[in-house]
């Protein structure tokens, strides 16, 4: 229980003094108003005993925690479902890779087939223009030879066979055109035979090359479906580990909540303010323009943050209020004792929340940022004493 007697001023060997050192820059208080460690003192007068700071019962937070890890059960189940999932979809998304490298190389063995089919298609087909062109000619030279021998045969139908003198030439003319004759059909035979065969070659390499064409269409057909079945598992293994860290982060963030509530069980069963040391709430968020500097000429005794104009600054933890007015110097100031010796000092305030002898929680706004000359712009000293002397804040202050 935090007990202050009246005009004790052994009580506060460290309290003038921690207001009394200005930073860097700024008069000292008791320099240009005599009569400031008198007011302070009387000012104290007014502390009493302290009535109980309100927080919430331990059995609420503990009840607030359970919650918080039945969440975390549930989210942790939910994550384990997900994991099982994402080892189903990444098995099938495998297997359908490995069946797509199979297609892959059937395509390329079939096109490869295809490819040769083409080239023996352009080479018969180059060999029937050959047959075509031969038989053409052969059809032109037979279509001559008659066209030679037909006014031959009407001259001889005109003289009879009374006025041949030759009978031998006559019967050369007979044999010569026999062979001639001969030597036609054989031709025009071979040159039909060689071009059915060539028509049928040409047709047998159509249906394949249609048949081909038609498989290849059904393996490329396949693929696609595999692709975009492989799209599908891709996609849901993205949805699947965005869940997961989506989940993990609330996990880690419930777990913080849960680590918040068991210090706030800590708090208000303990109330001993060593105990908060690396876990204090900042008075402000803001930039830090100076810092602790013991070693610095003169010494600095806090630090100096900047905020926006009239900003909330909060109690860095539970206490009672032992001065709240404004000082020459320093703009509104408001001191919290928070037992043990330990005070904490919020000055250039630009007006509080707060009455003196308050008792206040954590967290709880005890006034707005004012300017703060020294860093020429808007903001807060803070400092934190422990009987006479100044320590530093940043050991006690969250580093979060």
């Known amino acids: 229980m935090i007990t202050i007697y009246l005009l004790d001023r052994n009580l506060f060997p460290g309290f003038l003094d921690a207001v009394n050192k200005a930073p860097a820059g700024i008069k000292k208080p008791a320099d240009i108003f005599p009569g400031f460690s008198l007011l302070v003192l009387l000012l104290l007068c007014f502390v009493l005993l302290p009535q109980p700071v309100t927080a919430s019962p331990p059995e609420d937070i503990e009840s607030e925690i359970e919650s918080r890890r039945e969440e975390v059960s549930q989210h942790k189940r939910t994550l384990e479902r997900l994991s099982s999932r994402e080892r189903e979809v990444y098995s099938s998304l495998a297997e359908t890779e490995d069946r797509l490298d199979e297609i892959s190389q059937q395509l390329q063995s079939q096109e490869k087939k295809l490819a040769e089919l083409q080239s023996r298609e352009a080479r018969i087909f180059l060999e029937y223009q050959d047959l075509s062109r031969e038989r053409d000619m052969t059809r032109t030279r037979a279509q001559e030879i008659l066209a030679d021998l037909w006014p031959i045969y009407l001259e001889s139908r005109s003289q009879g066979l009374a006025e041949m003198q030759d009978w031998a030439e006559m ?8 062979t ?11 040159l039909q035979d060689q071009t059915r065969e060539v028509t049928s070659s040409l047709a ?6 249609e048949e081909f064409e038609e498989q290849l269409g059904n393996v490329n057909d396949l693929k ?12 849901e293994l993205q949805d699947i580990r965005a869940e997961k860290l989506a989940r993990e982060e609330m996990v880690e963030e419930i777990m913080d909540v849960i680590e918040s509530l068991n210090y706030r069980i800590k708090v208000v069963t303990e109330r001993d303010f060593e105990e908060l040391k690396g876990h204090l709430p900042w008075p402000a968020r803001g930039e830090v323009k100076a810092s602790y500097n013991p070693s610095d000429s003169p010494p600095r005794n806090g630090m100096s943050i900047s905020l ?43 007006r509080s929340n707060v009455a003196l002898g308050q008792d206040v929680e954590q967290g709880e706004t005890i006034g707005k940022a004012g300017y703060y000359p020294e860093i020429n712009t808007h903001g807060i000293y803070f400092e934190l004493r422990l009987k006479q002397k100044a320590i530093n804040p940043a050991d006690w202050l969250s580093k979060s």
């Open 171 to 178: 019967d050369r003319q007979v044999q010569w055109l026999r």
């Open 180 to 190: 001639i004759h001969y030597e036609m059909g054989i031709t025009l035979a071979r």
């Open 204 to 209: 047998e390499l159509q249906s394949a090359k």
């Open 224 to 235: 696609d479906r595999l692709l975009e079945k492989k799209l599908d598992f891709v996609r």
């Open 308 to 350: 926006e104009e009239n900003a909330p600054v909060r109690a860095i933890s539970w206490g009672k209020v032992v001065h709240n007015a404004t000082l020459r110097g320093f703009g509104r100031v408001v001191i919290i004792f928070h037992g043990d010796d330990y005070y904490s000092l919020y000055a250039y305030l630009s």
